[in-house]
């Protein structure tokens, strides 16, 4: 339970424990899946995986210029560490995530929707904010609706 007391794991586990709820019908309110109980629930019993594409930085924020070099310079790492898990539903949180995370494994093109499908591998994509987000409570409980309204759009077509 100590790794849930860190903001950024139980924003991950809010919106797992929503992207694993939620069906053609509609999704859970942000509030029920940042019920702590869901959360741990959401921990312990829901396989997933967190990869960090900067691997040696502990900087509470990164450049974007930065991440993508870095991001290029170590694409064969992530590309591996991608092929090794199949994920899918790959999570990109943060500003051009997607974007390195694509060219790395999908090569599928982009829009400005909040979920992005690639139908040759069989992936779910969520282009959404960092955890760490500015704009607090409700600009996370937004980028939530936002990325699962069109989950259960996506999941009654």
């Not at 860190?6 to 919106?15: A, C, G, H, M, S």
């Not at 900087?59 to 991440?67: E, Q, R, V």
Request: charged content about 25%; glycine content about 4%; some cysteine.
């Amino acid at each position: 339970d100590t790794l849930m007391e860190n903001i950024v794991w139980q924003e991950l586990l809010t919106r797992l424990y929503g992207i694993m709820n939620t069906d053609e019908y509609g999704y859970p309110d942000y509030e029920e899946a940042s019920d702590w109980d869901n959360m741990r629930e959401t921990f312990y019993n829901y396989p997933f995986a967190v990869i960090n594409i900067i691997k040696d930085e502990c900087s509470p924020t990164t450049s974007s210029s930065y991440l993508k070099r870095y991001a290029r310079n170590n694409e064969e790492f992530l590309t591996n560490q991608l092929n090794i898990l199949r994920p899918d539903i790959i999570v990109c949180c943060g500003h051009n995530v997607f974007d390195i995370v694509n060219s790395a494994y999908s090569s599928i093109e982009s829009d400005n929707n909040y979920l992005k499908y690639d139908s040759d591998l069989n992936v779910i994509y969520f282009d959404t904010c960092h955890p760490c987000q500015r704009g607090g409570y409700t600009a996370l409980e937004n980028a939530y609706d936002c990325m699962l309204s069109e989950y259960s759009d996506f999941l009654e077509n």
